[in-house]
């Protein structure tokens, strides 16, 4: 089966730039989505299809996708960006299953 | 605005069975293919089931294939997962989700492209143990 890996954590002061990564097989042929998810609440979508932005979502979150790796860009980071975030694809080789990272969480400093 | 509300998770034993509901609001809930994700307490987001506009197509993560239906009802704007034969992996927040997008393969570019989740209920929890 599919499987994507991303980093468990990443830190990042205010204002910094924070970049997590998503790793997975030839990722580059598949359309990446990003998923941010704060504590007690239902995961919110954040990028799709590798760089669009969903309306509301900030021009500070930006993706990109190439080869085996999927980037989400987090451009000035703020306090209430501190959330885990997921990568996700859809698998078209194993019964069109869909597939989520493994989760990154993002701390702010 | 679109609206995915959840209901019918709680407390059940091993072995046993629940039907989760998820009524939807503010869109053309026909329209859209919709998907089960669950998340185990502490853990990461995990795909269930997903099923086509007219319920003529539904895929299954392996561990649940043969345990769990996942059925829509169009006429009532809901989507349904009944859970048989739970077992205590089971226990997760069960969100609906909506896709934004279908999931497609293009056979000339050989992309697998689409299938985002756009708008996502606030979960239910369900919790097997004895």
């Known amino acids: 089966s599919y499987v994507l890996t991303q980093p468990p954590s990443v830190s990042v002061a205010p204002g910094q730039t924070a970049r997590i990564t998503c790793g997975g097989n030839n990722i580059g042929s598949k359309s990446v989505h990003w998923y941010q998810q704060k504590p007690g609440q239902a995961p919110v979508l954040v990028v799709y299809d590798d760089s669009d932005r969903p309306s509301g979502i900030p021009e500070r979150f930006s993706g990109s996708n190439s080869g085996n790796t999927a980037t989400l860009t987090i451009s000035r980071v703020e306090a209430g960006d501190e959330a885990d975030y997921y990568c996700q694809v859809w698998d078209s080789s194993s019964d069109h299953r869909y597939v989520f990272g493994t989760g990154t969480k993002v701390t702010v400093l | 605005e679109v609206q995915l509300v959840e209901s019918g998770g709680g407390l059940v034993q091993p072995g046993g069975s629940l039907r989760l509901s998820c009524a939807a609001s503010g869109f053309t809930f026909s329209s859209y293919w919709m998907s089960w994700v669950r998340q185990a307490p502490g853990k990461g987001l995990e795909w269930v089931a997903n099923i086509k506009q007219d319920g003529s197509e539904k895929y299954y993560v392996d561990s649940v294939k043969g345990r769990f239906t996942i059925s829509r009802d169009n006429a009532k704007n809901s989507l349904y997962l009944q859970m048989n034969s739970l077992r205590a992996e089971d226990t997760a927040v069960y969100y609906c989700?909506?896709?934004?997008?279908?999931?497609?393969?293009?056979?000339?570019?050989?992309?697998?492209?689409?299938?985002?989740?756009?708008?996502w209920g606030q979960g239910t929890l369900v919790t097997v143990s004895s």
């Open positions: 989700a909506r896709a934004d997008q279908p999931a497609y393969y293009d056979i000339l570019t050989g992309y697998s492209l689409g299938g985002d989740f756009d708008y």
